[in-house]
């Protein structure tokens, strides 16, 4: 009734239709500060928008998704009153022991911010909201702000997103710049049926270094919402960049997270995902070598429990030589939750001496948990070496027994196992407080049901 | 007349070559010859140009010689492919034998010897058994290797006895040993220095290359040539190669320095 | 003022021979409910198939070319210039003077030995679309051992194959299965009673040999309680200039604690389209096992399956894919488990020649609180020069805590480093390519029979010939 898909009948669409027009005038009108291009950008985008169908069931990047779980038209895309509790969410937004600088959201508003010091700025480094970019940076943003392709099925979700991105980070690193700790992007949701729209662009030029850790988090646990984020990595030659993101919405949530990695001659990417909330989750990760000798790394772990579905895509193509990428998902699952994991690598034929590793495994801690792999390959060029595994399995009743025979009761057990199996991915988040956090926010999942 | 000749060019001939990898020349106008039924023995520090040398001789693509020529028994080697060197009775033990999957090592001596045969003939299977258990026994080769795949799971010593294995069974006019020593501790290193010593005689030369004297202990040389920066800074007999272990690789600097 | 220069025949590949054709039945090109009529007249067939086969054409019409996930060659196919049936219209015969003499000729070129050709345990060699030759060896038929053609199958024995016939492959599975059921001729009816153990592989060989006519066997094996069996087909195919279109439909039964293992060695020239929906239902205690080479044909999809529907039933499908210039394999293996501690095991090895292109796609299912269920899989994918390609697309679905799926794939080459070794050791770099290739597939083809992992072998050093260099 209120979704907008190909599929309803002529006469509700064209209703919808004009009401969610309505919201997105009514969302232009309310940003008006904005510089034209922004506003043409986000007009052009929502067109768009409307003329791409819904992911129909048998396209196959949805393989395995449940499509009737996706519909966001109920959401409230105007803009939110101001934040009466702004102050208690900044204190709660404390997750890293040291940061370079912070940004944090509410509802797609700015809270509270941290600047980079004075020294980072003498030597270049934009840290900046998304908003303050668009009238300061223009020139900067016309080159990168959404101009990655969605390979990986969510093109109208992307559409979406730039259609109503209001805020969000630019972190821009100039050549040679080292930066030791993170930086922060905090993102809450705070509203009933709010629809967030998180977006993280880090710019790393050449031989540069720089960190960012992503939070997604609820303040309540029962509201509806809809958070649809963007994140973009660009580096440069010889370029670090370490990007991870904590995501703990409430399982009321419907969530999307296009991310797109691009890695330029001799760089590091090294991206790392922690999903643990929302209702229905789908992560895309392209990872794109786009020049000899880079190296990408890319790792999620993610826990699901009762009706969550956590679906993630991911691409690595390789589209130059000598260089190597990485993919390690690991997923455990609980109650009646549901992982897909789709990966694919792409070497072209250019990209010889290639090396590509795709791994995927999930533990499966319930009768009805349901877990789909689909680990592809396609090569083209002849000098590689690439390898995928995907297994799915269960704990080793020998080893619960191990336990059990020491004293060790048997949820707990399991739960020991079970953070055995994430500790691989826990152990290479770089901030020792963040990673406790990611534990806790695993552990709390395991307990409090 | 005929043998005559043949007496005479009974060597492997190696005049004033030049080799390359890349852009960056590594032997510079090396020369050496090896007469049939002799050992030479060439030492040198590391990355002198030791294993170029076996390489460019094997045909390696890698290598490019940009001047000079090897000749085996008076005939250039230069323009053959490796295959054809090979059949002609020039042998490598490589310094770091590959492994072929799936290959079992029976097969693949068959399928060399079988190269070797005149078209359309092959091996007698029993004979060519016979002479493969012989010449495993005298390797201390468990018979059940034959069916394991070429150098697949080996250790350092049965990769190297395997090597020694093949280079018995397809009889070469001229050895060149790479760093065969390497991986070996010492029992592996008798085995395989008792099977090269069986080997000897006036039908092969042999070339052996070393970093260490240790394996020269084994298998006594004829001469000892030291290398450095390309090419052979110093010749002698056997104890060279001592002399050289007394006094060390820096001794060879000074040599070269002087010499140049 | 041009003379062609003198050919010297070359028995390269036995294959690549055709012999004038002259058929008394032909179903001309195009397909209609005429055609199906045509068919069902000329064979005699009781109304329930032609019904069944009209309904199949109506499917066959409804459902798009699957070019949403496959390759868009498929869409290269014209239906209308195929001929969907031509016959001789003999009767399958028994004694070898009643096979003409043209057939007999067929048998020696493929190199099918003497003894054999009278020996095995029931030739039923197919010579376009019907049973040529037919020869049930006494010791098979003594034991209740029905081998014959699908036409005499469903013609003598409906009570035996009706039951089964389309019920593991049903016609609206694919659009090339429902193609199938419309014009199905030829192809073995095989029933094993309870207990047999059929010491002789049953086999089949099987050949193309009319230009734009094709083939569209249809298969059914029933291996009764504890019976075991084992089939085998191998196809060779003469050279066209234009595409020829093969689409089978093989369907097996393994009753509680059977056995069937079913082995294809296929070589078809590379201007085939080889269509073919291979799956098993296996029940309580009972074992399929699939072994699947395919080399030759223009584009091959085939994903044979197993559906474990009974407690401890096991599926297996080994197959060995080698794509070269100009081909495409598309192959892979279905495993859908339906019952508890089921087991299946999948082992595929591909090889990528010249611009040849290999894809495994792959399905392993545990649906529904199944306890004990295991699948293993293995593909493995060789690549020769750099404009070759290899894909693979595996798709798991594993429901429960008590299951386990182990998937992995490789992709690799033949080193150069290696092939300078082997040179080292005196073999040319054809020599050295083959031999790697073998060895990359050795350890599957060690579970083949004897003579097919012969016939292999000379193939792969046929197929490697010129791809070097």
Same mark, same amino acid.
């Given at each position: ?59 196959? #990047? ?47 508003? %700015? ?23 668009? #009238? ?47 930086? *922060? #992007? ?81 760089? /590091?990417? @090294? ?64 109650? @009646?939750?549901? %992982? ?13 001496? /290639?090396?590509?590793?795709? %791994?995927?495994?999930?533990?499966? *801690? ?49 739960? *020991? ?8 991915? *826990? ?23 | =007349? ?69 000749? =085996? ?43 070797? !045969? ?19 026994? =005298? ?64 039908? =092969? ?7 260490? !004297? ?39 600097? !000074? ?6 | ?36 009529? $045509? ?74 030995? &003497? ?28 034991d209740g051992v029905?081998? +014959? ?18 019920? +593991? ?21 095989i029933y094993v009673p309870p207990g047999v153990k059929v ?22 094996i029933i291996a009764d309680e504890g019976s075991e069996v ?24 393994a009753m509680p604690g059977a056995k069937i ?25 009972s ?53 508890? &501690? ?78 300078? $070794? ?18 990359? +597939? ?9 003579? $097919? ?17």
């Amino acid at each position: 009734m209120n979704s907008i898909t190909e599929d309803v009948p002529k006469k509700t669409e064209s209703k919808s239709v004009t009401t969610f027009k309505e919201t997105f005038n009514q969302h232009i009108e309310d940003i008006d500060t904005t510089p034209g291009w922004w506003r043409r950008m986000k007009r052009e985008a929502f067109e768009a928008f409307l003329e791409t169908p819904m992911p129909k069931r048998k396209d196959e #990047s949805w393989r395995f998704a449940s499509l009737s779980n996706l519909s966001f038209a109920e959401f409230d895309y105007g803009k939110p009153p101001s934040i009466a509790n702004a102050q208690e969410l900044v204190e709660k937004s404390n997750v890293l022991e040291h940061q370079s600088g912070s940004f944090i959201f509410a509802d797609n508003q %700015t809270i509270d911010a941290e600047k980079a010091s004075f020294e980072l700025q003498q030597k270049g480094v934009i840290w900046t909201s998304l908003r303050e970019a668009t #009238s300061k940076h223009g020139e900067l943003l016309k080159d990168y702000f959404m101009k990655q392709e969605v390979h990986l099925g969510s093109e109208k979700f992307a559409l979406l997103h730039s259609a109503f991105v209001e805020n969000g980070v630019l972190l821009y690193v100039p050549k040679g710049v080292e930066i030791e700790y993170p930086f *922060l #992007s905090y993102n809450w949701i705070t509203r009933n049926n709010a629809a967030a729209f998180p977006h993280t662009l880090i710019i790393a030029e050449e031989f540069s270094k720089v960190s960012l850790v992503e939070a997604h988090f609820s303040t309540t646990e029962e509201a509806p919402a809809l958070s649809c984020g963007v994140t973009h990595l660009f580096a440069g030659v010889g370029a670090k960049i370490d990007y991870t993101l904590l995501q703990d919405y409430n399982e009321e949530t419907l969530g999307f997270q296009i991310n797109s990695n691009i890695a330029g001659k001799d760089s /590091t990417v @090294k991206s790392l995902s922690v999903n643990v909330g929302c209702r229905n989750y789908r992560s895309e990760t392209h990872g794109q070598i786009k020049g000899d000798g880079a190296q990408v790394e890319m790792l999620s772990l993610a826990v699901a429990d009762e009706d969550q579905e956590i679906d993630q895509r991911t691409l690595q193509t390789h589209s130059a030589a000598n260089a190597n990428s990485n993919l390690l998902f690991k997923n455990a699952l609980k109650d @009646k939750a549901k %992982t897909i994991f789709s990966g694919l690598i792409k070497v072209d034929d250019g990209a010889q001496h /290639t090396d590509a590793y795709q %791994t995927n495994r999930n533990l499966l *801690l319930s009768n009805t948990a349901e877990a789909n792999s689909l680990p592809g390959l396609e090569i083209e060029a002849n000098d590689v070496k690439c390898s995928h595994g995907a297994t799915t399995s269960q704990i080793e009743e020998d080893e619960i027994f191990y336990m059990l025979a020491r004293g060790i009761p048997k949820e707990k057990a399991q739960e *020991l196992i079970v953070y055995g199996f994430f500790e691989e991915i *826990l152990e290479r988040i770089e901030d020792e407080k963040l990673t406790e956090v990611a534990r806790s926010i695993i552990q709390t999942k395991f307990s409090s049901k | =007349m005929i043998a005559f000749l043949d007496k005479m060019t009974a060597t492997l001939d190696i005049k004033n070559l030049n080799v390359s990898i890349g852009d960056k020349p590594i032997l510079k106008d090396f020369s050496l010859t090896v007469p049939k039924g002799e050992v030479h023995a060439i030492m040198g520090p590391n990355g002198t140009g030791k294993s170029t040398l076996a390489k460019a001789l094997a045909g390696h693509p890698d290598y490019e010689i940009t001047s000079g020529d090897a000749l =085996m028994d008076g005939q250039s080697i230069l323009e053959m492919e490796p295959d054809e060197r090979s059949r002609e009775g020039l042998f490598m033990a490589f310094q770091y034998p590959m492994e072929i999957p799936g290959v079992t090592i029976a097969n693949f001596i068959r399928a060399a010897l079988n190269a070797r !045969q005149p078209e359309g003939e092959e091996l007698n299977a029993p004979a060519y058994y016979k002479s493969l258990y012989e010449k495993m026994d =005298m390797l201390k080769i468990d018979r059940k290797f034959t069916s394991r795949s070429v150098n697949d799971g080996f250790s350092g010593g049965e990769k190297k006895r395997c090597e020694i294995l093949q280079m018995a069974m397809l009889d070469p006019k001229y050895a060149i040993l790479d760093e065969t020593d390497s991986g070996l501790d010492i029992d592996a290193l008798k085995v395989v220095a008792d099977g090269v010593n069986s080997l000897r005689g006036d039908n =092969m030369g042999a070339l052996v290359i070393t970093h260490y !004297q240790r394996l020269l202990e084994y298998i006594v040389p004829d001469h000892v040539h030291v290398l450095f920066d390309g090419r052979i800074v110093k010749s002698g007999d056997k104890n060279l190669a001592l002399e050289l272990e007394e006094k060390g690789y820096d001794w060879v600097k !000074q040599l070269a320095e002087t010499a140049a | 003022m041009t003379t062609a220069p003198t050919q010297i025949e070359i028995d390269r590949d036995k294959g690549d021979f055709q012999y004038p054709e002259q058929h008394k039945f032909d179903a001309g090109t195009g397909l209609s409910e005429k055609t199906i009529d $045509y068919i069902c007249d000329v064979k005699g067939e009781d109304d329930w198939v032609r019904s069944y086969r009209k309904r199949a054409l109506k499917v066959f019409e409804s459902k798009p070319m699957p070019t949403h996930w496959a390759t868009k060659d498929l869409e290269n196919i014209d239906f209308d210039k195929i001929r969907y049936y031509l016959a001789d219209g003999q009767r399958a015969s028994r004694s070898w003077e009643d096979v003409p003499d043209d057939v007999k000729e067929t048998f020696e070129r493929l190199g099918i030995p &003497e003894n054999e050709r009278k020996f095995l345990a029931g030739v039923e060699a197919q010579f376009d679309s019907e049973a040529a030759y037919s020869n049930i060896k006494d010791a098979v038929a003594k034991d209740g051992v029905i081998f +014959v053609g699908s036409t005499e199958g469903l013609l003598k024995h409906p009570e035996i194959f009706r039951k089964w016939f389309g019920k +593991v492959i049903p016609t609206g599975d694919n659009k090339f299965s429902a193609l199938n059921s419309a014009v199905f001729s030829g192809g073995s009816f095989i029933y094993v009673p309870p207990g047999v153990k059929v010491s002789h592989p049953l086999q089949a060989y099987f050949r193309i040999n009319a230009e734009n006519f094709g083939q569209f066997e249809r298969t059914l094996i029933i291996a009764d309680e504890g019976s075991e069996v084992t089939y085998m087909e191998g196809c060779t195919a003469p050279k066209f200039d234009t595409a020829t279109l093969h689409s089978a439909v093989v369907e097996l039964v393994a009753m509680p604690g059977a056995k069937i293992e079913y082995i294809t060695v296929q070589n078809w020239s590379s201007n085939v389209y080889n269509l073919v929906t291979k799956r098993a239902l296996a029940h309580e205690n009972s074992v399929v096992k699939w072994i699947d080479c395919n080399i030759g044909s223009r584009l091959t999809m085939k994903y044979p399956g197993v559906v474990l529907k009974g407690r401890k039933a096991r599926g297996e499908v080994l197959s060995i894919a080698l794509a070269n210039d100009g081909q495409h394999q598309d192959t892979g293996a279905k495993m859908i488990h339906a019952a508890d &501690e089921t087991t299946s095991n999948v082992i595929s090895k591909s090889i990528s020649v010249g611009d040849g292109r290999s894809t495994y796609r792959g399905q392993v299912h545990m649906p529904k609180n199944l306890k004990g269920c295991k699948n293993n899989t293995e593909c493995d994918a060789l690549l020769i020069n750099t404009n070759s390609r290899t894909d693979t697309y595996p798709a798991i679905t594993v429901r429960g805590d008590s299951n386990s799926v182990q998937h992995e794939a490789s992709v690799s080459k033949v080193s150069a480093e290696q092939i300078f $070794y082997m040179q080292q050791r005196g073999l040319s770099e054809g020599e050295a390519m083959s031999l790697s290739v073998n060895g990359f +597939v050795n350890d599957l083809t060690r579970q083949f029979p004897m003579e $097919y992992s012969v016939e292999l072998k000379r193939l792969i050093e046929l197929e490697m010939e010129g791809s070097v260099g």
